[in-house]
C-alpha cells in the first residue's frame, strides 16, 4: 500500500467557530478517528513516547502532520487569535536556521501527505508553495526571510493546524527558543520563552518527583533525523475553545463555573494533545508540534468502549492532576453524566472503538 | 525530594571568584550586607594580582551608605538613583575585557535588572553570582497585559496595568527577570482570597 492510501482525505468543513457562539462539532467521522488517549481504565502520568509516522490508515497518527475537517476554521481562530496578540508567536534571533528547517519540513510533509492541497516545487533555492485550501500560491528565495510576508516560521505555521515550539539543543539541555502557541493548554509562550527545559515544565505536579522529565529529556536530546517520536496528552476544556491561554484566562475562566449537571454533556470537551518531535537537519534544533483535538461529551459517549473507559479514568484520577488540570470544580458532573454510559462491562484492550 | 517550581531561582552568598582579574560588584539597599561579607573574605584571601570595583545605589535604605564607604577604599562609587548606577555599569560591561567576574546583590528586582544589562553586554547569567538581601519582594509580570510591577509582597495584588487582581505564582522567567501573576477571580469575579504580605 502507498503512503497516500493511508491518510484520511479530509473533507474539509466551511469555517466554524471556537469562540461566542461556538459552532465548531466534530462529524461521524471524525468522532471515529478522534485519539482518544486512555488504553485503559485508569490514568497515570508516564513518558509514553513512541515512534511517529506508523499509525493505522486514516488515523491521526498516519501523516507526519494531521489535515482534518477543522482545517479552515483552525486556521481562522489563529489568524483571529494572533491579530489580537500578536506576540503568540515568537522565535528568539538566534533560530533563523531552525525557522527555514521548519518551513521545508512542513511543507515537504504536507506536500507528500496531501498533494490534492498542497504543492511544492523547488528550483534550486527558488521555491514555490501551493495551499489550495487558502489560495496561496507564493515563490520565494529558500534562505532569504526578505522575500516572505512573514519570517519563515510564521509564514508557515499560520497555515498548519496545531501549536509549534521550536527549542535548540545546547550543553546536553533543551530551550523554549520560539513558538506559534495560539491553541494552548494554559501556559504561556511569551513567559516561558528562554527557560531550559525543566524551567518551563517547572509547574507541572508529580511528575519531577517521579523524575518523568529527566527521562524525556534523556531520551529527547538523543532524537535522530527523520526519527520522530509523539505521545498523547489529555486535560478537559468547557466549550470547543481552542484559545485556553493564560493570557485570555480573565476571558474563559468563568466557563468553568457555568457546567451543570444538564448542560455537562455539551459544554465539557475531552481535549488531546496530540505531540510529535522532530530533530531539524541543518540547525539540530526539535520542532515540537502541538495538535489539538477536542470532542464534547455529548460526542465521546456514541462510542460505547470510550463512554465507559472515560468514566472510571474520571472515578480514580488523583485529585491533585485534576486540580492541575483546572477541572475538578465540575469534576463532578463530568463523573455523573459519564456514569450514565457505563454498565461496568469490561472494556477492550486498545484505544480503538469497538 | 523535590520541592515547588523549578524555574524559581536560586541565590547564594557572593564569594570572591579568584580566577578572575577584575572584579565588578553591583548593589542596592540591603546589598550592602553582601558586599561587606565578600570583602572580608577578599581580605582572607588576599589577592594583589586583581583587584574589585563597587556599584552601590543605596535606595532608601541609607543606613548603610557608611560602611560601604569605608569598606572599599577609592573602589567604591555611590548613586543617588538606580538609572544611574544601571548606566554606569552598561558602559564598565561594555569596556569589559576577559577575566571580568560580575557579582549583584540587592533586592531580586533589582537582581534581574543587572541580568538583563549584562545580557545586553554579551555576559550569560550563570557567570554572575547573585545574593538577594533584605526584602523578599518579588518582581511580578501580568500575564494579561504584560506590566510588570516591581517590588510586589503580597499573594495577591491589583495590576497596575490592567486592574485585574492577580496571584503571584512561583512560575519565574530569567529572560523577563520576573515571576507570573495570573487573574485569581476569574472563574469566581470579585471572590478574592484573603490578601497576605508573604514576600515581606
Given at each position: ?71 479552515l476554521s483552525e486556521i481562522e481562530e489563529r489568524r483571529r487569535v494572533l491579530e489580537e496578540d500578536p506576540g503568540r508567536c515568537a522565535v528568539l534571533p538566534h533560530m533563523m536556521e531552525a525557522q527555514w528547517d521548519t518551513l521545508e519540513l512542513l511543507m515537504t ?31 520565494f528565495t529558500f534562505d532569504d526571510a526578505s522575500t516572505l510576508p512573514y519570517e519563515p516560521f510564521e509564514y508557515i505555521t499560520r497555515q498548519v493546524q496545531g501549536d509549534f515550539t521550536l527549542h535548540g539543543q545546547r550543553n546536553n539541555m533543551l530551550y523554549m ?178 | ?200
Amino acid at each position: 500500500m502507498s503512503a497516500q492510501l493511508q491518510i484520511n482525505d479530509p473533507k474539509i468543513k466551511p469555517i466554524e467557530t471556537f469562540r461566542d457562539d461556538f459552532t465548531y462539532s466534530n462529524s461521524p467521522e471524525a468522532i471515529r478517528r478522534f485519539p482518544f488517549p486512555f488504553h485503559e481504565d485508569k490514568y497515570m502520568y508516564s513518558v509514553n513516547i513512541e515512534p511517529h509516522n506508523v499509525g493505522p490508515a486514516g488515523s491521526v497518527f498516519a501523516p507526519a502532520f494531521d489535515i482534518d475537517e477543522h482545517y479552515l476554521s483552525e486556521i481562522e481562530e489563529r489568524r483571529r487569535v494572533l491579530e489580537e496578540d500578536p506576540g503568540r508567536c515568537a522565535v528568539l534571533p538566534h533560530m533563523m536556521e531552525a525557522q527555514w528547517d521548519t518551513l521545508e519540513l512542513l511543507m515537504t510533509s504536507l506536500a507528500r501527505d496531501y498533494p490534492q492541497h498542497f504543492k511544492l516545487e523547488r528550483n534550486g533555492d527558488r521555491w514555490t508553495w501551493e495551499n489550495r485550501l487558502l489560495g496561496i500560491k507564493d515563490t520565494f528565495t529558500f534562505d532569504d526571510a526578505s522575500t516572505l510576508p512573514y519570517e519563515p516560521f510564521e509564514y508557515i505555521t499560520r497555515q498548519v493546524q496545531g501549536d509549534f515550539t521550536l527549542h535548540g539543543q545546547r550543553n546536553n539541555m533543551l530551550y523554549m527558543d520560539g513558538g506559534m502557541v495560539t491553541c494552548q493548554a494554559d501556559w504561556s509562550l511569551q513567559f516561558d520563552l528562554g527557560m531550559d527545559f525543566y524551567e518551563w515544565h517547572g509547574p507541572v505536579p508529580k511528575a519531577h518527583e517521579m523524575g518523568i522529565f529527566e527521562r524525556a529529556l534523556k531520551y529527547l536530546l538523543n532524537l535522530q533525523v527523520g526519527q520522530p517520536v509523539r505521545r498523547l496528552n489529555w486535560t478537559m476544556t468547557v466549550h470547543p475553545r481552542m484559545d485556553t491561554s493564560p493570557e485570555n484566562y480573565h476571558k474563559w475562566g468563568i466557563d468553568r463555573s457555568q457546567v451543570t449537571a444538564d448542560n455537562v454533556g455539551e459544554l465539557a470537551h475531552l481535549r488531546v494533545e496530540l505531540q510529535s518531535l522532530f530533530r531539524l537537519p541543518r540547525s539540530n534544533a526539535i520542532i515540537f508540534s502541538i495538535r489539538c483535538y477536542l470532542i464534547s461529551l455529548n460526542e465521546l459517549v456514541t462510542v460505547p468502549k470510550w463512554a465507559r473507559r472515560f468514566h472510571r479514568v474520571h472515578k480514580s484520577l488523583p485529585p491533585e492532576l485534576a486540580d492541575y488540570k483546572g477541572f475538578s470544580g465540575y469534576q463532578p458532573y463530568v463523573i455523573d453524566f459519564l456514569s450514565q454510559y457505563d454498565d461496568g462491562a469490561p472494556t477492550s484492550p486498545g484505544t480503538q472503538p469497538d | 525530594m523535590i520541592e515547588g517550581i523549578k524555574s524559581r531561582p536560586v541565590y547564594s552568598d557572593l564569594r570572591p571568584d579568584l580566577d578572575g582579574s577584575h572584579h565588578l560588584l553591583v548593589a542596592e539597599g540591603a546589598g550592602a550586607e553582601a558586599l561587606v561579607r565578600f570583602c572580608h573574605a577578599w581580605d582572607a584571601a588576599g589577592d594583589p594580582d586583581a583587584d574589585y570595583d563597587i556599584l552601590y545605589h543605596p535606595d532608601e535604605d541609607r543606613r548603610w551608605i557608611g560602611t560601604v564607604n569605608e569598606l572599599a577604599r577609592e573602589a567604591v562609587a555611590v548613586f543617588v538613583n538606580r538609572v544611574g548606577l544601571e548606566s554606569v555599569l552598561a558602559r564598565r560591561l561594555a569596556a569589559a575585557r576577559m577575566g571580568l567576574r560580575l557579582y549583584v546583590a540587592g533586592s531580586e528586582g533589582f537582581i534581574w535588572r543587572v541580568v538583563a544589562i549584562a545580557r545586553e553586554a554579551g555576559l550569560s547569567e550563570d557567570a554572575i553570582q547573585k545574593e538577594r538581601c533584605g526584602t523578599q519582594a518579588r518582581p511580578v509580570s501580568c500575564v494579561h497585559c504584560k506590566t510588570i510591577a516591581d517590588d510586589v509582597t503580597t499573594n495577591v495584588y491589583q495590576c497596575p496595568g490592567c486592574g485585574l487582581h492577580v496571584f503571584v505564582r512561583d512560575h519565574f522567567s530569567r529572560l523577563l527577570g520576573a515571576y507570573q501573576s495570573v487573574c485569581v477571580d476569574a472563574e469566581n469575579p470579585g471572590e478574592l482570597p484573603e490578601i497576605e504580605e508573604v514576600y515581606a
